[in-house]
């Protein structure tokens, strides 16, 4: 627990950066005097807890930008009570909480004093060093060798046991646990269908053969210390080509083959913030997907708030468009033509618009609400307004609408054409299918215990109503678990569209679940529990996935 807000349970944990150890830079005038051991535990609980939102080099994105230059003006005292009792602007109480010791925020307020660490980089040596082919291509199966139904299979992120399970649609057994990268981000899908891909916040990327008997990794490699995103080349010809990944820490993306993950291309994100044009030196990656129109991945970078085209078609003569879009960039999904592509820049409150098919920028929106995040957003056809794709709000109750048909509704396209309310505020996932009639936004990071374990349904043939209400599904109630207080995070669809699944997200020593809902009664259809269901978190259906349906 990170305090009351919602903003300030979003932050992030356990980096692995945290286990380097870096030197304490050299000696200024009126630096705080601290041991190499106090340094070694600040830059760990930095690493670990601050760095997701004040940046490594502490440029700031989420959270306030963290240099000596300001830090000193603020002063020891100043810093040690803001760390101790947090602030209602998403700063948490660390002390109070007792997530952190007097002690450790002692070390914390004179660490931040000092200039920052730097972490080492990891280039294309590193990157060999930890490559593992483990079935090269010539000894895998040149056929499917199991009777699962791939296309309906779901991948499941398993986050603090470091895994991924894949389960069954049909009959909600598990198939596979499979070791993956510590808090797998997300799963993606080669174009075929036959290789998933992973990749954990610590930047092991795994392949993953879902022909196997019993489906396996194939590859493995670390692209990074510290990454979100993985895709794999899309376009028609393309099929299964090349893989890519970003990563936060080095800020940097990789193309890698798709049939081995052998490292090609390596490709720095430093530079100049579009805007401002000055200098970022840590401009992290953030979403990544692969265009259905042009040989190109679309790689979303959070500080300089650029959106890149990066030219697949000869990576040895790479061409990139660098789309000026709005900075700190997260995640986004396609409209339902695929044409278009909505990406949030969160921290500002808009959600830019790509036209991957002219490969140019559509439309900057204000969503309205505070914090917009769409995980990929959901694509519904509007009774009034057609063809829109929402996305739910992390600071606020707030779903906004956005008209996405220029062609049969363009008095509605690109712009905020209705505001639903949901739940409260804390909502990470909206999510639907082309085959139903319901909008379902999640809450999971709402402080109170009965929103954060409930998800907010609202009928797409009653949004013409003048406030629409929704239905309450208390998906926690439904699991039978009493124990902690789990949340309910990222909704996702089976393959024909009539079930959408639930993560019941508990904490590492209790028992979480999956819950299945019937999406034309919205009632209980099953609860999948097993005791190796560990911390669930995103889930991946294989046909939508690869298919961008959402
Ligand atoms: Fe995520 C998507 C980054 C916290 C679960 N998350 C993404 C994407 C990014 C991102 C860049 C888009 C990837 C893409 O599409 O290529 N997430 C971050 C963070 O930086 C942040 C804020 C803090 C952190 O340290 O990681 C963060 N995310 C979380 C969580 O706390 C969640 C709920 C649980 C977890 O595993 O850590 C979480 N993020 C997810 C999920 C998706 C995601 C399930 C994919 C949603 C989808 O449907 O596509």
Redesign the pocket.
């Known amino acids: 627990d990170h305090g009351d807000t919602p903003a300030a349970a979003?932050?992030?944990?356990m980096s692995t950066l945290g286990q380097l150890k870096i030197e304490i830079p050299g000696r200024k005038p009126d630096d705080p005097v601290m041991t190499q051991e106090e340094y070694d535990t600040a830059n760990k609980i930095y690493f670990e807890r601050c760095a997701?939102c004040h940046g490594v080099l502490r440029k700031g994105a989420t959270g306030k930008p963290l240099t000596p230059d300001i830090t000193r003006e603020n002063g020891y005292e100043y810093l040690r009570d803001f760390i101790t009792y947090g602030s209602p602007a998403g700063m948490p109480n660390w002390g109070t909480s007792g997530e952190l010791t007097e002690e450790e925020v002692d070390i914390m307020a004179r660490y931040i004093l000092l200039d920052p660490a730097q972490p080492p980089e990891f280039g294309m040596a590193e990157m060999r060093e930890s490559w593992k082919l483990i079935v090269p291509p010539e000894d895998r199966p040149t056929k499917k060798m199991n009777d699962i139904d791939i296309d309906n299979l779901f991948s499941v992120?398993l986050?603090d046991s470091g895994q991924v399970a894949l389960i069954d649609g049909s009959s909600y057994e598990i198939k596979a646990i499979i070791d993956t990268g510590y808090?797998v981000?997300?799963s993606r899908l080669s174009k075929s269908g036959r290789y998933l891909f992973t990749v954990g916040?610590d930047g092991l990327v795994n392949m993953i053969d879902l022909w196997m008997e019993t489906p396996a990794t194939v590859a493995q490699i670390k692209i990074g210390t510290e990454a979100?995103?993985?895709?794999t080349s899309k376009m028609d010809g393309w099929d299964d080509r090349y893989a890519v990944a970003g990563s936060y820490w080095p800020p940097q993306y990789v193309i890698m083959d798709g049939d081995t993950l052998e490292p090609l291309k390596i490709k720095s994100t430093r530079g100049m913030i579009y805007d401002e044009q000055s200098y970022h030196p840590e401009p992290r990656v953030?979403?990544?997907?692969a265009s259905h129109y042009r040989p190109e991945f679309i790689i979303n970078v959070k500080e300089t708030g650029k959106i890149l085209l990066v030219d697949y078609s000869d990576i040895k003569n790479l061409k990139v468009t660098e789309i000026e879009a709005e900075r700190f960039l997260?995640?986004g999904?396609f409209d339902s033509t695929k044409r278009y592509f909505l990406v949030a820049a969160n921290a500002r409150g808009k959600v830019a618009v790509v036209d991957t098919k002219e490969g140019k920028l559509t439309a900057l929106i204000e969503t309205g609400g505070q914090t917009p995040h769409p995980?990929?957003g959901a694509n519904i056809v509007h009774p009034k307004y057609g063809p829109v794709w929402a996305t739910s709000h992390l600071g606020d109750e707030t779903v906004a609408l956005i008209g996405t048909d220029p062609e049969g509704h363009p008095d509605h396209a690109w712009k905020v054409v209705q505001t639903l309310y949901a739940l409260g505020g804390g909502s990470?996932?909206v999510k639907s299918h082309p085959e139903s009639n319901h909008l379902y936004v999640d809450a999971?990071l709402n402080p109170d215990a009965e929103i954060s374990g409930s998800v907010a349904v609202f009928k797409i043939d009653e949004l013409n109503q003048e406030e629409p209400e929704f239905v309450t599904l208390p998906i926690v109630e439904w699991s039978g678990i009493t124990e902690g207080q789990p949340r309910v995070?990222?909704g996702?669809f089976n393959k024909a569209g009539n079930e959408i699944w639930f993560s019941v997200w508990n904490g590492k020593d209790l028992p979480s679940a999956i819950v299945v809902v019937d999406d034309k009664t919205l009632k209980l259809k099953a609860v999948i529990k097993d005791e190796r269901l560990i911390t669930p978190?995103?889930k991946f259906n294989v046909y939508n996935t690869r298919n961008d349906v959402y």
Do not use: K, M, N, W
Request: no cysteine.
């Open positions: 979003y932050e992030p944990s997701g992120t986050r808090a981000h997300i916040r979100r995103s993985i895709e953030a979403s990544i997907v997260h995640d999904g995980g990929r990470l996932f999971p995070v990222q996702e978190t995103g």
